[in-house]
């Protein structure tokens, strides 16, 4: 009779909500694999017989991060209007961001890094940004460059989302800001270069 299993999923659920929980708060040179597992109530055994280790088990807070983001974001439905398509994935983003705000730190606060300018997958979080933008160009309603203005958009919500996550607007002004700014974003690749 072999040995009872003793790491679970319950201890792998345990172990990722751990490390981003840590991701979210720590330096990552503070993170290792003794205090992921004392944390997690376990044994660094469990780190290595589950993800192979500290890196593999960052990995997969990162996966589950772009997995929900992009989950999110993609179920915003393709309309006849990019802009208001455009607006409505600006809010997806920030809902998601503020519902899932320790995955949202450890995304966009190092462990993964937005390169507009790199290929994008299928499942990347910022594939249904760049198919609303190049409807908006189709359509002529946007000017410009894709990776400029997807970089302009997502500049301006992470910058809004940050903010917000730090508790620095209260709700109201949180509200006021983010529909402002992110029309105002968006009426500025509206104008027509000369």
């Known amino acids: 009779m072999g040995r009872p299993r003793t790491n679970d999923d319950t201890v792998k659920e345990r172990l990722i909500e751990t490390a981003t929980q840590m991701c979210a708060t720590r330096p990552a040179e503070s993170i290792t694999i003794r205090a992921l597992a004392t944390a997690a109530g376990t044994a660094t055994a469990a780190v290595y ?18 997995a ?7 179920g915003v439905p393709a309309s006849d209007d990019p ?15 503020r519902e899932h705000s320790h995955l949202y730190t ?6 993964q890094r937005f390169d507009p300018s790199g290929e994008v997958g299928t499942s990347d979080p910022v594939r249904p940004l760049i198919e609303a933008i190049e409807r908006g160009l189709s359509a002529s309603v946007l000017f410009g460059d894709t990776t400029s203005i997807a970089l302009s958009i997502w500049v301006t919500l992470h910058g809004l989302v940050t903010l917000e996550l730090a508790g620095a607007f209260d709700t109201a002004t949180a509200e006021t800001a983010f529909e402002s700014t992110i029309l105002a974003t968006l009426r500025g690749w509206t104008i027509r270069p000369i």
């Open 83 to 97: 802009l208001a398509d455009l607006y409505a994935l600006a809010v997806a983003y920030r809902r998601w961001g």
């Open 68 to 74: 929900g983001l992009f989950q999110e974001v993609s």
């Open 49 to 66: 017989s589950l993800f192979g280790g500290k890196d593999a088990l960052i990995g997969e807070v990162r996966n589950r991060a772009v």
């Open 106 to 111: 450890v995304l966009f606060g190092g462990v």
